[in-house]
């Protein structure tokens, strides 16, 4: 078996012990753990200690808050949760669709949204046991100094794999931060940073408690393309959130804004820029597709970071932005 | 789709759950031992649990090509709970699943030959205690220059992988001719020629490979014996417990009566469990060691080490035809990436041309393989042993000819069928042949005239044909050995015993037996098993529920052998010594 | 470091055992309780093997923490045919659909299935099939003649017991 390293486990019932229990050196959160433990498994980190949310329940609502025109999803609500969430469904359906193409049906009565926007970054050269890095020597990441994918970069380029987080950067979704200092707020956009090591400005001892994202009253269409090899299981090869702000509630209308985030690229999800030439053209119109696909495939350059070719999965990248943008168009 | 033939319907719901049920031919039955399997009942290898079980581990190579200079396991068997370290120097005597290529050894001797090759292991009182001592064996190495690419590593004289290979990188090499291929190729209206390349598969079983051992202390029978005289039993979720019974007795240097192999269920095999791999000679030598039993469970990534999948090849061929479409012989070479070890290669160098003359008539053919060592894990048997590579290159050449020659694909390979009743141009005897039904039978299926035309731009369909002997002794070398052997008999309660050899489809020989015998009912159908190898049964090695991985070999050998079995039931009844188990 | 006394109810009964806290619900099961139904494939959430319920739903027993499910309902594929004489209908139309081969996939693949019969009414389709099954690898059977299993349980389930009953 991939057995885990000698390690104490705190199951506090609320936020507050959790918080608490974080200050204590070595330790670490959990949550649903279909991200840690294989990880610690492979002994990409050595916690003294973990921390399970699996026992906070107050983490684990979801509610629309009309007053501040919000859509609030606790960080412990699963991804089978926040799939089937008629809340959820009728805000933010692209966030419904990505939750419900992670991993696989077991994996997301499991794992968490917190789990999922704080998802480690991956990379070929790291996602191994102990043993096969060290028949590379490690790297940046583990155990090394080199970046293999990167040959002589100083960065880690590990990819930011999650499928929700594009989707949510996307919808203009932001986050609730609890430390020991308090609590703070942060738009996603502003969370993730360029570096595969530490990918995220959550500081150690602060826990994500819910998940934001704004409600809308105009008209809008959004959609999220995930491609893999399997239909199944795996971690997307390319990712595509794309949001569109439309002048009527119909497919029809003139694009009032649009924005598209991309991931799996590096260790931050990319907001792609220069979109303006699409606004004031129809949703439906063909040259809309291609030129947000256009886009995309000139800004995004995939890395040899996850399985697959990296000019090949520029290629899908392009192909799966024009299908998703039709995929909206012929859903009306 | 699966319910459009009678092939694919299910047992009747109403059919009673065990028994009741006559077993006939031609009728679909509940398996013998599904319902233990799906209840969560049966025991595979690694639900074994023995008292005062030790675990074992094995520290691998992270090198791919390394001389071992010293290991040093003195830190490690210093720590709490540690009981025993080996080393190849424990078990120097090369084996190798062919009698004729014993290659390999149990760990590495004086070199690791890929990332992942073993050169310790460590039994310790459970496996995070061996986990940890595996990081206090010290091993130096001095790192050798690997090579990964056959032609390469055929070109490399001056460095050897395999301390056993006698040229070079050569692991195997076969140069066939049957007929004129020079002459027949001369004369052909079109020549397709072209190289063809099968990067590698692995079987993937969802059960990891895991072994047992036991060694029972018992008073010694022979004056002037060894010293040692246990009898060790290994459970091992090995698919022939035969070979691994062979090996290690002489690995061990121990007698085979000493030695008892048991098969328990297996969890998927595919042909990757059908060879002796180190854990199971690290548990037996680490059990004779400790006097404890120890068990060894590869993690997923282990399985991917021990590997014997599917050979990359690289293949170059050239195929000659005649204007109206037929095949008048193929010129083939091929380039075998072995990895680090024979394991079956010797055969697959042989399949990689001798399986391709049919479905199709043909000629003249001549076949130059070579297979090479190269620091990867080694490559073996995977279903449809050796025969899918080339396929993939002839099929393609097919259908570039049918593009060439302005012919349906699917009408070429019909002015090319063998035939029945006929023999092949390497002599494999073919009696019915049912491949112009098949073709028929895709061709309407698929709605093959209507669809193909219209179909857009990167959508199509595609056809092609294939074949697998049945019995494989023959394609390796002509002999007239027999392929199987199962000698049934009759006891004095007039029940019957069923002996024979293969392990793999002892599901199956349960099945066709009921099935071959329901009519002269009443009697109890008692099976036997035999190793046929070592002509001991004591050291029996079987099951009632051991099976591997697919019910194919049922049809393949069992068939056959159910109606030799009801034939020398009459003939000779005659029981031997051997473990049986009833069947109600 | 130091075991803890774990407490939680495997197939409705209740069990308490002392784990050290890095343990798995899976090495507990097969290894502490000897529930060896549960199977490991690969330890880290790829093949489903391992899957059992929890409170009902069925996760992956190797990427969840022993120590996590204190006071939790435990389903393992021992459990299955408990109400059912021993065999549940879906073992029943497995073995006769032949949809288990080597069997090593299969109890992770019937405590998927059963969550499905359990949360759906009637009779289940194909495509319904192969979402819940999503998780679960399966090496041998090329996977139809499970889904056509299933499919056949879900509508032996749905089918009027009245007969059964009057029977009884
Ligand atoms: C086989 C397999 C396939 C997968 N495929 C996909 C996929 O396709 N797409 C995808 O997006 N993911 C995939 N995953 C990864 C993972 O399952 C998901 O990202 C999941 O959402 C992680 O959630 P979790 O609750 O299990 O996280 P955990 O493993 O518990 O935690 C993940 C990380 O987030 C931190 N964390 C967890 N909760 C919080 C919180 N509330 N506040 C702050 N930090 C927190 C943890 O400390 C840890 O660093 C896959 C995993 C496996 C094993
Ligand atoms: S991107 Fe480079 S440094 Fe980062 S994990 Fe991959 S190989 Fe290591
Ligand atoms: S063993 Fe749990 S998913 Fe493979
Ligand atoms: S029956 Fe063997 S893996 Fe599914």
Known sequence: ?332 | MSHDDAGSKPVAPSAANTSGEPWLRGKHHRKVDAMARMQGITRYTDDIKLPGMLHAKIKRSPHPHAKIISIDASRALAMPGVYAVVTGKDFPIPYGIIPWTPDETALAVDKALYVGDGVAAVAAVDEDTAIDALAAIDVQYEVLTPLYDPEEALAARDNPINPYSKKGNLSKKVLLEFGDVDAVLEGAALIVEGDYFFEGTTHGAIEPHCAVAMVERVERVEAGGDQEQGLLTVWSSTQVSHYLHRELSRVLTMPANRIRVIQPPLGGAFGGKSEPFDLEFCVAKLALITGRPVKLLYTREEVFYSHRGRHPMKMHYRTGFTQDGRMLGIDAKTFIDGGAYSSFGLVTTYYSGQLLCAPYRMDAYRFLSKRAYTNKPACGPKRGHGSVQPRFAIEVQLDKAAVALGLDPIELRRRNDLGSDTRTINEFAIGSNGFMECLRRVEEASEWKTRRPTLPLGRGLGVAGSTYISGTNYPIYPNAMPQAAVQVCLDRRAGRACFRAPTISAREAIRCWRSSSAKSSGCRCLIFVCCQRTRTCAPLTWEPTALASRSWLATRASMPLASCARKSARRSPNVGRCLRTEWP | MTARLLRFSVNGEPVTVAVEPQRTLLEVLRYELDLIGSKQGCDKGDCGACTVQIDGLPRLSCLTLALAVEGRDIQTVEGLGRAHGGCHPLQDAMDRWDAAQCGFCTPGILMSAESLLRRSPGPVTRSEVREALAGNLCRCTGYTKIIDAVVDASEQMAAPRDETEAAQ
């Open chain 1, 1 to 332: 078996m991939l057995r885990l390293p000698r390690l104490d486990v705190l199951m506090p019932a609320t936020l507050d012990e959790a918080v608490l229990a974080l200050q204590s050196p070595g330790s670490r959160l959990i949550a649903g753990g279909t991200d840690l433990l294989p990880n610690l498994k492979h002994r990409l980190e050595s916690p003294t200690m973990l921390v399970s949310l699996a026992g906070v329940r107050e983490l684990s609502t979801i509610t629309v808050d009309d007053d501040a025109q919000e859509l609030v999803i606790g960080a412990g609500a699963t991804l089978t949760t926040v799939e089937q969430c008629p809340q959820v469904r009728a805000h933010a359906p692209s966030l419904c669709s990505a939750a419900g193409l992670v991993a696989s049906p077991l994996i997301r009565n499991q794992a968490t949204l917190g789990g999922n926007v704080n998802l480690d970054t991956r990379c070929r050269y790291v996602n191994q046991t102990d043993f096969w890095r060290s028949a590379i020597g490690g790297c940046i990441k583990s155990e090394g100094t080199v970046c293999h994918v990167v040959p002589g970069g100083k960065n880690c380029v590990a990819a930011m794999s999650s499928d929700c987080v594009p989707v949510l950067i996307s919808l203009g979704a932001s986050l609730q931060l609890v430390g020991p200092n308090g609590r703070r707020r942060v738009a996603m956009k502003d969370y993730y940073v360029a570096d595969g090591t530490r990918h995220t400005t959550r500081e150690d001892g602060e826990v994500t408690t819910a998940v934001i994202v704004p409600l809308v009253s105009t008209p809008r269409r959004a959609g999220y393309s995930k491609w893999t090899v399997r239909g199944s299981i795996d971690f997307p090869l390319t990712s595509v959130a794309l949001c569109f702000d439309l002048e009527r509630d119909e497919v029809a209308a003139p694009i009032a804004g649009a924005t598209v985030v991309v991931g799996v690229l590096g260790a931050k999800p990319r907001v792609v820029t220069r979109l303006d030439e699409v606004v004031g053209k129809s949703l439906s119109d063909p040259e809309t597709a291609a030129i947000v696909a256009e886009r995309v495939h000139r800004q995004c350059k995939p890395l040899a970071n996850v399985p697959y070719e990296a000019p090949y999965r520029r290629q899908m990248l392009r192909v799966h932005t024009r299908r998703a943008i039709e995929a909206l168009v012929a859903d009306g």
